[in-house]
Each structure stands twice: as structure tokens, then as C-alpha cells.
């Protein structure tokens, strides 16, 4: 029996993750994917030349430089649920991808360095996410090295983001003897996310939890753990979803620790697809009609062919390959022969679509940024935001018989939304905009790389 808009929606999960550079975000990608068994083994971004490159950091300059300069999308099923994964840049330099992105999620994991605890970068994103009411669920990641006092950590949350903490798991030591977690609400204790489910235990005491530390440990730990049972706030779902209240969990991405306890609460706790605001009305995700919007374009997903994709989230109704639908801007209609589920860069046909399901059309620019598809109905999503330029500079080329396609290549890169074009009307070189530098070092490497 087909499933119903109802049952799609609620199984649907789209989530983004927001960290400081080098807090973990790539890594703890790869181990989420990986426990979605979306793929058989995690590249971590340290990885050693035996293993894979990492899946979310496709492009060149990402695998070279061990950063993302794009937002990379990922669907992926586990348990009963469908997740939509979209892996955010962390470089400050590439806000404005970032800022869109969250724009088309429906809740955020929130990353952050046990050693370092709530970085610049991360408290920007956070209040991006609290001014769109998304909820956030908050990885304290590295306990296997050296780290804050767990006490510490949580008290800085609650301090510098105005937002109630609620610890689902504990720590079992840190650094070396880093020795797995303990769930504070189920009395029970997982030592690596190797294993499916996690072992009763009659208390903290017991030889299963304070058993896994060395002597001179124990008892430190389990005063600790009786100290947060008597100070901690319990973890409340509405709470929680109306972005009051973050549940965290501690752990280390690059040894699987903690992370099988995160994707399982994303699929306990994290909203379904919530409805999204339109000029004219509430938009509920539920509905028959199909609504969309585009919130990302991008180039030379493949390089031999040119392509370019814009990346879609739906908002309603069902979308189903081979559809036509309206592009509100212009009033024309167009068909919707090949949308795609995307693994980074790797692609397969999507029959079917629902709210909360990005998928990605390829056009040769016909759709932009911030357009709205509908089955008819003339309604404007207005939640994508756009960004004036901070540097600008002249292109200058030096071989003239390639000036035409520079041209294209340019406009190629400023349909993205990364880099803005400016074309003088006196016939001298082109200018780009772009809020980073390190923008202007990516649009380089992109044109020798994608267009010589």
C-alpha cells in the first residue's frame, strides 16, 4: 500500500549541523551516514591514503584543504525515519551558503570541542538558528582528548546562549580513559557505539560504569554523576522544540562514541517537517498541493557535463518525477523530468518527494535562488536571505580568446549565490562580490580546475 503524505511527512527528519571550524562537523557527518549505512566506512578528514575521501567534502579544494567551502546534501534512511543531512561550511567566509541553508532544516546539531567549548563561529549560527525558532540538539565531541570540566561546559551553554541544558548522556571518564557514556535517564551504559544496545546498570557505581575507569577514578565519578542527577534540568520535548531547552550529549565522532545515541534521539525528538511561512499563508507540510523552494544552486557537480543543480526543499504535497509545476516568478511552467536524491555528489532518481525532502533539479538556469514551484498556486516563500558583498575585485584575463568563456564560467559561479557578478556597462573586466576572502581563493582554484 502506498504511503500516505501523512506517514511520509512524519517519518522525515531535516536536519543541518552548525560548528566552529575543527570542532568535528565532517567527521561526525561521516559517522552519522555511516550508521545510516549510507556507506561502509567513514573518511574521517585525517583519514590515512587506505581510506575514502570524506563523502561530505566532495570538491577538490575540500579534500585538499580539509575544510567545506559548500553545503553538501545527504538522504539517508535509519530506523523508521528519512533523513535529510545538510552538511553546512564552517569557514566564516562562507556565512551567506550557511545562512541559506538553515533556512530549508527543521532543527540543527550544534558541535562543540570539549576543550574549547562555545566558539565564535558557533554562537553566530546559533542565534541564526534561534531567529528562526529551530531547535537545536548540542554534541559536546573530542572527550577522548583532553577536556573541559563537564560542569563547566554545560554552565557555559546555558550562559553564553541563554538556553537550558538537559544532559541525555554522561561522560565516563575523558581523555585517555575516555571509556564510553552513561544514559542518565535509562541507567545505562554503551561503551562504544559498536554495540546496538546499551547495557542496565543498578547505578553509577556499579562495575559496568565506574568499573570501565581506572581506581583512582571511580569515586570522583560517581559523585559527579550523583551531583548531576540532583542539578540537572530532566529533558522536556517541548521544551526542547520550541528552542527553550537542548539536550546534549557527550562523545568522539572519530572513535564512535555518543553517536548512536544522537541519530537515535534525532529520530525520537527532532520535529517532522514543520509548516513554512509564505507571503500570503502558513503553508502546512501535510497538504495535497506540492510547494517548494530553492535555497542553493550548484555548478559543476559534474564536471564533464557542465551541470547545474538547485537544490529544493519541498514543502508540501508530494513531488513526483516527471510533474509540472509553476515557477512563480515568471508564470511559466516547467517540468520536473529528473529531481534527485543526493549523497554529496553522488545522485539517484527521485520517483517521489515529500515535505521536508531536499531533492535536486538540474536547469540551465532557469531557476535561482529564493523561486518558489508550486502545482499552481501563485504563493512566495520569503525565508531565503541575500548578502551584499564585503570585497570586490576586477577579473582580469590574460589569454583574450577566452573571454566569452569566462563569461559563462562567472555566471555559472554567481548563480550559486556565492560570488555576486557585476558586468560594467562601459565594456571593462567584469567584477565579483563576496563576503570572504577565502571565497575569492575558492572562485580561482574553481576556474582552473572547472573551466581550462
Known sequence: ????????????????????????????????????????????????????????????????????????????????????????????????????????????????????????????????????????????????????????????????????TAPITWPIGQGKTFSGTYHLAANAVRRSDEETERTPVHGPDSNRAAGLLPMNEREAFIEELELAREACRPFDLDAFREGHLTPVFFGSALRNFGVRDLIEALGDWAPAPR?????????????????????????????????????????????????????????????????????????????????????????????RIGDTLTEGEDILFRGVPNFAPEIMRRVRLGDAMKAKKLKEALEQMAEEGVVQLFLPEDGSPAMVGVVGALQLDVLKERLAAEYT
Not at 532518481?349 to 515535505?355: G, H, K, V, Y
Open 1 to 164: 500500500m502506498a504511503e500516505t503524505i501523512e506517514q511520509a511527512v512524519a517519518r522525515r527528519r531535516t536536519f543541518a549541523i552548525i560548528a566552529h571550524p575543527d570542532a568535528g562537523k565532517t567527521t561526525l557527518t561521516e559517522k552519522l551516514l555511516l550508521f545510516g549505512g549510507a556507506i561502509q566506512l567513514a573518511g574521517e578528514v585525517k583519514a590515512k591514503k587506505d581510506r575514502m575521501n570524506t563523502r561530505s567534502d566532495w570538491m577538490k579544494i575540500e579534500r585538499e584543504r580539509g575544510i567545506s567551502v559548500v553545503t553538501s546534501v545527504m538522504t539517508f534512511e535509519y530506523g523508521d525515519n528519512v533523513f535529510n543531512l545538510l552538511d553546512t561550511p564552517g569557514h566564516e567566509d562562507f556565512a551567506d551558503d550557511t545562512y541559506r541553508t538553515l533556512s530549508a532544516v527543521d532543527s540543527a546539531v550544534m558541535v562543540i570541542d570539549a576543550a574549547k567549548g562555545i566558539e565564535p563561529r558557533t554562537l553566530k549560527l546559533f542565534e541564526v538558528c534561534r531567529l528562526r525558532d529551530i531547535p537545536i540538539v548540542t554534541f559536546v565531541n573530542k572527550m577522548d582528548r583532553e577536556a573541559r570540566n563537564t560542569f563547566e561546559i554545560l554552565d557555559e551553554i546555558e550562559a553564553k546562549l541563554a538556553l537550558d
Open 275 to 367: 509548516a513554512q511561512e509564505a507571503d500570503a499563508r502558513r503553508v502546512e507540510a501535510t497538504e495535497e498541493k506540492m510547494t517548494s523552494f530553492v535555497f542553493k544552486i550548484q555548478a559543476n557537480m559534474d564536471p564533464n557535463h557542465r551541470d547545474r543543480i538547485a537544490f529544493v526543499r519541498v514543502c508540501s504535497g508530494r513531488l513526483q518525477r516527471g510533474m509540472k509545476a509553476k515557477l512563480v516568478r515568471t508564470g511559466k511552467t516547467m517540468s520536473l523530468t529528473a529531481p534527485q536524491f543526493f549523497f554529496a555528489r553522488s545522485r539517484i532518481t527521485a520517483d517521489e518527494a515529500f515535505a521536508g525532502d531536499v531533492v535536486g533539479i538540474p536547469n540551465h538556469g532557469t531557476l
